[in-house]
């Protein structure tokens, strides 16, 4: 089910006119659609496509995509986006990765930070990974710091934001 692929996957993007915002850079949900089609990408040659997770009724759910900007990008510039998985739980139910955004000249002017679970698609409620899926993962080359995830490590924050009109 998996080939084996690099520790750091990458896709490559041209800016086009409807990636810009207001302010005529790069967009936020252009980082955000750019990293996801980047990591897509990455799963797709692990065997995680369309076809296969239909099979067996999961999805990916995103926790949080954390965006951090150095420098603006413009309309018309080449952009690499790179993705390299940072973790995943034992069971394979939660995922990290991190995505870098490089222009041209191969300057680092972004990065993204997101962690996401698997989603059984009938139940509507989190899932670990089949056995076929998690074969294809721990096959794979790891970065020196990958690291096993916990549900802890999902929960950054201590407290639990109140209801609406709720004291």
Known sequence: MHNKIDVVFFKEF?????????????????????????????????????????????GPVAFYEHLYYFREVFIGKPVRVTTEFKGMSADGMFFEFLHNFYDGNGKNFARCEMMGGWMDLKERKLTGLPKAFLD?????????????????DTRKFT???RDWGTN
């Not at 990636?19 to 692990?46: C, K, P, V, W």
């Not at 294809?136 to 802890?152: C, I, N, Q, S, Y």
């Open 159 to 161: 407290q639990v934001p």
């Open 14 to 58: 041209e800016i086009r006119w409807s990636d810009l915002d207001a302010n005529r850079h790069l967009g936020n949900s252009s980082y955000i659609e750019f990293a996801s089609h980047t990591r897509m990408s990455f799963l797709e040659q692990l065997g995680f496509n369309q076809k296969s997770m239909l099979k067996h009724n999961i």
């Open 136 to 152: 294809a993962v721990h096959g794979m080359e790891r970065p020196a710091d990958f690291k096993t995830l916990t549900k802890a």
